[in-house]
T-cell receptor, first 114, second 115 residues
């Protein structure tokens, strides 16, 4: 069975600072995708960043980057220059290649303070 | 391009009733997935439909069912509602199998409250 663990239920950061959200996962498959999704208070889940397991290079999307440690099964999200609009629940998720089912972590509530 | 649309956004039912939720995927998307989100259990996979066929189902009782129409719109139904069914129900669409495209697009959800 695949599992995703987020050990930080809540975090806070000051505006313009950098914050890192942690995620570990477990899967026996070699072909999978990892994601970070953001769910603002308005509730719509938005994809922040995606990482293919076969790619060694860490994914980057503007202020968002990941540290993908495949051997350690770790997938952390770094948010640089935090903005008030980054306040949201952040979910780490995994999907096996070719599967229909996304497995989510419990989420980390991030608050960006002015 | 319109996003994933879910209706209704909010609804209140009483125990024993049934409910039907609707999801219109992004135009051209053929895969529709449903997830239940609760504070205690987090996000849990309900089922996935592709071209009117259910391809995968999560660990939920038979009271939870769904279907997909030829235009890719999907509905899910919960019969004999229980208090524990109170949740945010999220629909997500994908152009192909989610594990192939590597991305799901989510709707805003339907908030169900069971009294």
């Amino acid at each position: 069975a695949q599992t995703v663990t987020q050990s930080q239920p809540e975090m806070s950061v000051q505006e313009a600072e950098t914050v890192t959200l942690s995620c570990t996962y477990d899967t026996s498959e070699s072909n999978y995708y990892l994601f970070w999704y953001k769910q603002p208070p308005s509730r719509q889940m938005i994809l922040v960043i995606r990482q293919e397991a076969y790619k060694q290079q860490n994914a980057t999307e503007n202020r968002f980057s990941v540290n993908f440690q495949k051997a350690a099964k770790s997938f952390s999200l770094k948010i640089s220059d935090s903005q008030l609009g980054d306040t949201a629940m952040y979910f780490c998720a995994l999907i096996q290649g070719g599967s229909e089912k996304l497995v989510f972590g419990k989420g980390t509530k991030l608050t960006v303070n002015p | 391009k319109a996003g994933v649309t879910q209706t209704p956004r909010y609804l209140i039912k009483t125990r024993g009733q049934q409910v039907t939720l609707s999801c219109s995927p992004i135009s051209g998307h053929r895969s529709v997935s449903w997830y239940q989100q609760t504070p205690g259990q987090g996000l849990q996979f309900l089922f996935e439909y592709f071209s009117e066929t259910q391809r995968n189902k999560g660990n939920f009782p038979g009271r939870f069912s769904g279907r997909q129409f030829s235009n890719s719109r999907s509905e899910m139904n919960v019969s004999t509602l229980e208090l524990g069914d109170s949740a945010l129900y999220l629909c997500a669409s994908s152009s192909e199998t989610p594990g192939v495209t590597g991305e799901l697009f989510f709707g805003e959800g339907s908030r169900l409250t069971v009294l």
